[in-house]
């Protein structure tokens, strides 16, 4: 039975969580990484990896608050500061490699899966949502949806 790396998403051979030794390193440097983050970026990187849909390319964040719905990264090509590059205008943040998701609010977001513009559905044991905290000190606002 063939496995999907969990870095590139290729086929791997049986089990293997991944494809070559370079996808190795750089998981183990993203975990490194991670380690000196807020913890919920790293749980959330785990669900990620455990429930993503192989077929999905990336990954959006849902907040809902007070004043409505807000979706992070902005879907409206409007520019955003992505925490590994800087400015972007991505409608949507990589799920392979990892990207970690840059968001103004500390809470529990909804995780909503995407290929080529198309949502997927989102797995059962992602449906209550995700805690996360801010990375960056000064992020891009979500862009509101409601």
Not at 58 to 86: C, K, M, T
């Amino acid at each position: 039975m063939a496995g999907f790396c969990l870095n590139c998403g290729k086929r791997t051979k049986q089990s293997a969580s991944y494809c070559c030794d370079s996808c190795r390193s750089a998981v183990r440097r993203l975990r490194l990484r991670l380690d000196g983050l807020p913890p919920s970026v790293g749980h959330l990187f785990d669900l990620l990896c455990d429930f993503g849909p192989i077929e999905a390319t990336g990954y959006r964040l849902l907040y809902n608050s007070a004043d409505g719905q807000w979706v992070f990264p902005r879907r409206d090509r409007h520019e955003w500061i992505s925490v590994d590059e800087g400015t972007s205008y991505r409608s949507a943040f990589r799920l392979r490699p990892f990207e970690i998701p840059s968001v103004d609010t500390a809470g529990r977001y909804g995780v909503q899966f995407v290929r080529w513009r198309r949502v997927l559905s989102t797995p059962t044991a992602l449906l209550s949502g995700v805690y996360l905290v801010p990375v960056l000190r000064m992020p891009s606002p979500g862009q509101r949806l409601i």
